[in-house]
């Protein structure tokens, strides 16, 4: 028996920790609207789940705990009391109680079971039909046999047209009131229609002219719908229509055209709408041009398309979709051998090409074809959506901002974002310190942000988008922005600028992602504006990343991460430098061109004209310092890597290459501008470049003898004719 309690609780343990980080976002959304029922019912059937799942494994002062909770939020759920601030204070306290109860299983260590007794007191007094008494006779859930799950009605979608009487103000009914309750069924559109109200001369102050139409998808029926209702029935116009039942329009082409929705609806006659078939113009524009349908009745019919479109779409991404949980080990394994398939692909096809024997060829590339593929698909599994790290900020937002008396809130964008798995884990640490800078250093007081014009709550916004091979992360705020001034002066004191020099913004800001570097007076135990970014930009910079600060004086700061998708496979560009071959991640690659060996340097410097632009170049012949003497003829890979254009000068172009990337060990770690290496066909080694790496040492080597020449490198690669 125990070790059946044991299996099932390490089954559910990822479950735990998933219902946790849905229960604390519930409740997150549930402070920002306290009447949004749904998200108490998203809080309460987490909390439940919890309870049932935590009994079934045994854990009985989990699920004892966790029923107190649910007790209470059953109250909010049917009205009986309001979710204030200080029970979701609390109910994120519990939650934060539970998740150490399990740590304490699953990590080691010990809870602190006395906590929970000051929570469930605490709880029990917000109950208004018991003073500390009541809910606490209840027996402990585990005790329970499990209640029967009840069967969810089915969906359906309604196309309701509210036409209220004239003076249904004097009956003390309000029409909006209406509407808003009929929003808590479910998913819905509410269109106004106002082709009925008169002129200013014929309108009447406590009349009602306008009605609406509303498209509404909801499991409650419709008598949940025409109890809204009730008192506005008898005197009002109210029609009520099943256009959709359970996916019934699921097998469709599409559902109606804007005609037919019209025809139904009864706003058209078929007359009408045959003579607008007939005009060469859309229906719906013909219809208005000539009066024949009002624009609101158009617009609504066209809501009605897109609701029950989107509702299909979300059904059948829905219900197809099913998961199996996998191990982590078992899903890098998977990983590693479709990496060792891709180098003997790799070997077969180069065989294949030195023997020249047709069948042979025909099969390696088939081989090849399947070997893409299976890499595609294995990569995808292991992609994540990034919104499931950003879920975590908002909690951290809240509590640091509170705990600092400031007012700020966290907005994201891009959650749907994928990124390889490996690369979400180790990106979490990276963006929780640059939050925590935000909001200690970044964000003003609400007191300061006044004085200066701005709103008292200031915002971070967090994003990711895709770019390429690339994905781009912004952490954004609208705080005081970096002080150019304090920076140089700070960075003089260092001796890491001469005090004659003239550095670029982006040079200075460059200057906060060093070790010990901070221009902060007072630096707190929370964070310092450049206290401990080095060990973000360490940390971006093993991810294969890099790092691009921007700032506004009193505006706010810009950081953007750019991250690649994947850590294990790549496309990649191979070239040849005598007997070395090197790859240049494929997506940085813009073009190729020749470098003949009498081509002039400019000012002793290394710049080469591409149709009227002038682009630096680096000689990685120098750069690695490769013995013997370079081709007549060159070739220069440009590439574009952060927001510059950049060559690097090769002897032979081989081509794209698929690239398993493998670490270069322990002893050549700290090698410059190699950030891994892979194996070729043939079983020669190909080291992987780390250009954002050797663009930056360049850029270090350059700015020495440009300052000779009155520009900086920056200024060089910038693309100017």
Request: charged share 30%; proline share 4%.
């Amino acid at each position: 028996m125990e070790d059946i309690i044991g299996k099932l609780r390490e089954t559910f343990r990822e479950e735990a920790y998933e219902l946790l980080a849905e229960l604390e976002a519930g409740l997150l959304e549930l402070e920002h609207n306290p009447g949004d029922m749904e998200q108490v019912g998203r809080v309460f059937r987490a909390m439940h789940t919890i309870k049932g799942s935590g009994a079934t494994c045994e854990f009985h002062n989990i699920a004892a705990f966790t029923h107190e909770l649910e007790t209470t939020f059953d109250k909010v759920r049917k009205g009986k009391i309001a979710a204030t601030k200080e029970l979701i204070d609390l109910a994120l306290t519990a939650r934060d109680h539970i998740q150490s109860l399990f740590d304490a299983f699953y990590k080691g260590g010990a809870a602190d079971e006395s906590k929970g007794a000051e929570i469930t007191a605490t709880l029990r007094k917000l109950l208004p039909d018991s003073a500390g008494k009541g809910p606490a006779a209840s027996a402990p859930p585990a005790a329970k046999s499990k209640p029967a799950r009840e069967e969810p009605a089915k969906y359906a979608t309604y196309r309701i047209r509210f036409r209220p009487a004239k003076h249904i103000f004097a009956s003390g009914t309000d029409p909006v009131l209406l509407l808003r309750e009929l929003r808590r069924l479910g998913a819905c559109r509410v269109l106004a229609q106002t082709e009925a109200i008169p002129y200013l001369e014929d309108y009447e102050a406590d009349g009602c002219y306008t009605f609406w139409d509303v498209i509404l998808t909801t499991n409650r029926g419709r008598n949940a719908i025409e109890d809204i209702f009730i008192f506005a029935k008898d005197t009002s116009e109210l029609t009520i229509e099943v256009i959709d039942e359970e996916g019934s329009l699921d097998d469709e082409a599409s559902y109606k055209r804007l005609g037919e929705i019209l025809l139904d609806r009864g706003d058209l006659t078929p007359e009408d709408l045959q003579k607008a078939l007939q005009s060469k113009k859309k229906v719906g524009e013909m219809l208005v041009e000539h009066g024949i349908v009002s624009c609101d009745k158009v617009e609504s019919a066209l809501a009605e398309q897109q609701h029950v479109r989107e509702m299909r779409e979300r059904r059948q991404v829905a219900e197809p979709t099913s998961s199996i949980r996998v191990a982590t080990d078992r899903l890098d394994t998977l990983v590693n051998l479709v990496g060792e398939l891709v180098t003997v692909q790799a070997r077969l096809s180069q065989t294949a090409l030195t023997r020249g024997v047709p069948e042979f060829l025909s099969i390696a590339e088939e081989v090849e074809r399947l070997t893409v593929s299976l890499r595609d698909n294995t990569m995808s599994i292991r992609m994540l959506p990034i919104g499931t790290t950003f879920s975590k900020f908002k909690r951290a937002v809240r509590d640091l901002s509170a705990e600092l008396g400031k007012e700020i809130e966290l907005t994201t964008e891009g959650a749907e974002t994928e990124l390889d798995k490996t690369v979400i884990e180790r990106l979490s640490d990276p963006l929780v310190h640059l939050i925590r800078n935000s909001i200690d250093h970044g964000i003003e007081m609400p007191e300061v942000r006044e004085a200066a014009g701005k709103p008292r709550c200031g915002t971070i916004h967090l994003s990711a988008v895709h770019s390429g091979a690339h994905v781009l992360i912004q952490i954004k705020d609208d705080g005081a922005g970096l002080d150019t001034g304090a920076i140089r002066a700070k960075a003089v004191e260092k001796g890491l600028v001469p005090p004659d020099a003239t550095p670029s913004d982006r040079e200075l800001f460059t200057l906060i992602l060093m070790p010990d570097f901070s221009t902060a007076k007072n630096v707190t135990s929370m964070s310092g504006r450049g206290v401990g970014l080095d060990v973000v930009k360490k940390a971006i910079d093993a991810l294969r990343g890099s790092i691009e600060i921007t700032s506004i004086r009193d505006a706010g700061v810009t950081i953007t991460l750019k991250l690649p998708l994947t850590l294990a496979i790549i496309d990649g560009f191979l070239t040849k430098i005598g007997a070395e071959h090197f790859i240049f991640p494929l997506s940085s690659v813009e073009e190729c061109i020749e470098l003949k060996r009498d081509t002039a340097r400019s000012n002793n410097r290394h710049l080469v004209n591409v149709r009227g632009h002038m682009v630096p170049y680096i000689r990685l012949r120098e750069q690695f310092t490769i013995n013997g003497a370079a081709p007549a003829i060159e070739q220069i890979v440009i590439v574009g890597e952060e927001g510059r254009r950049v060559g690097f000068t090769v002897d032979t172009v081989v081509g794209q290459h698929q690239t398993v990337l493998k670490s270069l060990g322990r002893f050549y770690k700290q090698v410059e501008g190699i950030s891994g290496a892979t194996i070729l066909g043939d079983g020669t080694v190909a080291l992987i470049l780390d250009l954002p790496k050797l663009v930056s040492a360049a850029e270090q080597e350059e700015n020495v003898i440009a300052r000779g020449h009155g520009a900086s490198f920056e200024q060089a690669t910038a693309d100017v004719p």
